[in-house]
């Protein structure tokens, strides 16, 4: 059994979700519908670290990323298997539920990374930035999975991989980059940071269109709908005669 060397503890803004997490986790459909997204997360970002073991020079890095590798698909296929066990339990009745992903995202965040042009110090970094989120916000998964033991005990044992991939990842990027690490560190801060407004950005772009478009349908629609109506109205039905002035020969299309 692996143990943290730091103990990761879930972050403010992560504890003042709490409320908002259990809301989410406590509707069985969305509870399914997070754990496939969850393990598809976390079989892309295995894949993305296999890849940065392929490419990586340093022997002691491609072992730990191998380890991680492996780490990462097993989270996959637990969060695949809890989801079909859940998914058995439920009665046969598909009601569509409200998905809220922003403050409930699950894996790494590995999914807009480009690891052929990290290097090694740069993927340490934002390794241990991402694993270090996912820890917070499994222990947050963890703790308000009361309901449920069974999802409860996969965060908890996922938590425990999660911790030790935080605290690797923190260690070899202090030994491969002992005067830059901060400056990795910082760089990393900064770029989720702009991936997370830009997410931030996209959700409420769409809620603001959802939002303008749904007015124009009941404000600005319902005007032309009645002049369209008064209009079909005063139409005579049937054929009718075409005036002299239009009923010209056909030498042109108008
Ligand atoms: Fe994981
Ligand atoms: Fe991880």
Known sequence: MRSGRLHARA????????????????????????????????????????????????????RLYLEHAIDEFRHGLMFRQRAGSVLRELPLRSKPTFQLDWPAPGGHGLDDLQIEKESDGSLLAFLHLSEKAAAS??????????????TRAIFAEILNDERFHMNYTLTHLV????ERHRRHLWRARLSRLWKGYLRLATALASAIGTLILTIQYFVVLPPFAWLAKRAARRESPGWFPVSSERNGSLRRQY
């Open 11 to 62: 972050t403010t803004f992560d504890r003042l979700l709490k409320p908002v997490h259990s809301w989410i986790w406590g509707n069985v459909e969305r509870r399914v519908q997070k754990l496939l997204r969850f393990s598809e997360t976390e079989i892309d970002g295995g894949r993305d670290i296999l890849r940065a073991a392929e490419l990586t020079s340093d022997p002691v890095l491609r």
């Open 137 to 150: 916000r499994f222990t947050i998964y963890r703790d308000v999975m009361q309901h449920d033991p069974p």
């Open 175 to 178: 030994r491969v980059a002992p």
